[in-house]
Nanobody
């Protein structure tokens, strides 16, 4: 079964940091664009960050630019999201996803999500 598995969520105070990880299981995603999305309670999914297949190009939502850093390890087929200077509005379920089409669209493989809670 093809899966993306997130880990690293938790509870942190505002201003703190968390590092999310996403690992592939069942197949490789080395040639895929990989991204992070989040869904806050009662709200729609929002794009957070993406990295291209080669790991050379990154893209960020304006709300996280300068605070979050996306990276991937092609040898290990993993992806990470380093989140610094966290704010209460970053509270959400975070999902990693894979796309063969583009860095902002075409995501058709999703993980189960990991919860991030930022307290004020």
């Amino acid at each position: 079964q093809v899966q993306l598995i997130e880990s690293g969520g938790g509870l942190v105070q505002a201003g703190g940091s968390l590092r999310l990880s996403c690992a592939a299981s069942g197949r490789t995603f080395r040639n895929y664009h990989m991204g992070w999305f989040r869904q806050a309670p009662g709200k729609e999914y929002k794009f957070v960050a993406a990295i291209n297949g080669a790991g050379a190009i990154t893209d960020y939502a304006d709300s996280v630019k300068g605070r979050f850093t996306i990276s991937r390890d092609l040898a290990k087929d993993t992806m990470s999201l380093q989140m610094d200077s966290l704010k209460p509005e970053d509270t959400a379920v975070y999902y990693c996803a894979a796309s063969r089409i583009g860095m902002r669209d075409g995501y058709d493989v999703w993980g189960q999500g990991t919860t991030v809670t930022v307290s004020s």
